[in-house]
Nanobody, 128 residues
Framework: QVQLVESGGGLVQAGGSLRLSCAAS????????MGWFRQAPGREREFVAA????????YYGDSVKGRFTISRDNAKNTVYLQMYSLKPEDTAVYSC?????????????????????WGQGTQVTVSS
């Protein structure tokens, strides 16, 4: 089992920046790919970004490309999501997820069913 705890959310003005963190605990000795997803009120959860174990491969959702950066520090068992140029439409609950089983492919890293463990999420609100 892996426990994931997100932090760093909050209220920011449009054009501002935030950095989210996702700390993993428990069975962290395995090599997990990690992802960030978000869900806005009344909308389905959508893929934001993903990173493989070594950090050599990253994927981004179309709506955040060029504005968000995912990274990880395996020594700290933490994954980060640096968000720049935030827009009101980025307002959502952001959740991190860990993928410890199955094939590590673009398809599995960018879809919800590919992940085994989920955090509770952190609220990000961008005001206009």
């Amino acid at each position: 089992q892996v426990q994931l705890v997100e932090s760093g959310g909050g209220l920011v003005q449009a054009g501002g920046s935030l950095r989210l963190s996702c700390a993993a605990s428990g069975r962290t000795s395995r090599s997990y790919a990690m992802g960030w997803f978000r869900q806005a009120p009344g909308r389905e959860r959508e893929f934001v970004a993903a990173i493989n174990w070594s950090g050599s491969v990253t994927y981004y959702g179309d709506s955040v490309k060029g504005r968000f950066t995912i990274s990880r520090d395996n020594a700290k068992n933490t994954v980060y999501l640096q968000m720049y140029s935030l827009k009101p439409e980025d307002t959502a609950v952001y959740s991190c997820a860990a993928k410890g089983s199955g094939l590590i492919t673009r398809a599995t890293m960018t879809s919800q069913p590919g992940y085994d463990y989920w955090g509770q999420g952190t609220q990000v609100t961008v005001s206009s």
